[in-house]
């Protein structure tokens, strides 16, 4: 009963690609969310969305743009990926009210070479 | 904004005793505290959370505690099992118009020693 589905669970990028990961919640979230994972530095939030086509700056958000067209779907891109950037990526949805906490997704690992 | 600090980053008890994760929180305006389990390899997962009308909360051998004077919040777990062992986070959000972000700790790694 998967509700928060990442489109991949591993990638492997070049510097310099345009990178696109996805994610698809089947909860009628009105929240979206993408953090990225590292050892050491916990859950750090690059972007954030509360209803379609709005979206937020989280605390690191250079190097990432996002795009969330239907209310179920938030894209995260990384413009031209650099080493720095391989990470654990993490989606995550909430209903408006987000005092029920986040729905996480299974996370991409990312791999810029 | 919120800043949310966990300690400690390491935790290894013997099967069978307790385990206490603590956390602060920076703006007294937060009002939701959850604690998420990261086991390795999978996504995090929401296994207690508290609000701040309320002191303290217990599910079977998990409790987490909260002292908004103080402005900290800590996790519980009694009579730990290998199955415990994982990384934890806890977060802390502030109430805002339009989204309500969590800020998270840094995470505490808990390894349950047979």
């Known amino acids: 009963d998967v509700k928060v589905t990442q489109s991949s669970r591993y990638l492997v990028k070049r510097t310099g690609e345009k990178v696109f990961l996805e994610c698809v919640q089947d909860?009628?979230?009105?929240?979206m969310f993408w953090y990225r994972q590292d050892p050491g530095l916990g859950l750090r939030l690059i972007y954030f969305?509360?209803?379609?086509?709005?979206?937020e700056k989280g605390d690191i958000p250079e190097g990432y743009s996002v795009s969330r067209e239907k209310k179920e779907r938030f894209s995260l891109i990384l413009e031209s990926a650099s080493t720095n950037q391989t990470s654990m990526y993490l989606c995550?949805?909430?209903?408006?009210?987000?005092?029920?906490?986040?729905?996480f997704g299974s996370g991409t690992r990312l791999t810029v070479v | 904004g919120e800043n949310v600090e966990q300690h400690p980053s390491t935790l290894s008890v013997q099967e069978g005793d307790s385990a206490v994760i603590k956390c602060t929180y920076s703006?007294?305006?937060?009002?939701?505290f959850p604690w998420y389990k990261q086991e390795l390899g999978k996504r995090p997962q929401l296994i207690i959370d508290?609000?701040?009308?309320?002191g303290e909360k217990k599910d079977q051998r998990i409790a987490v505690t909260l002292n908004k004077t103080a402005k900290h919040f800590s996790l519980h777990i009694t009579e730990t099992q290998p199955e415990d062992s994982a990384v934890y986070f806890c977060?802390?959000?502030?109430?805002?118009?339009?989204?309500?972000?969590?800020?998270f700790g840094k995470g505490t790694k808990l390894s349950v020693i047979p």
């Open positions: 969305s509360y209803d379609v086509k709005m979206k």
């Open positions: 995550a949805s909430s209903p408006e009210d987000g005092n029920y906490g986040y729905t």
């Open positions: 508290i609000r701040s009308n309320v």
């Open positions: 703006d007294s305006a937060s009002n939701y």
């Open positions: 909860m009628d979230h009105e929240n």
């Open positions: 977060a802390a959000t502030l109430p805002g118009a339009g989204s309500y972000q969590l800020t």
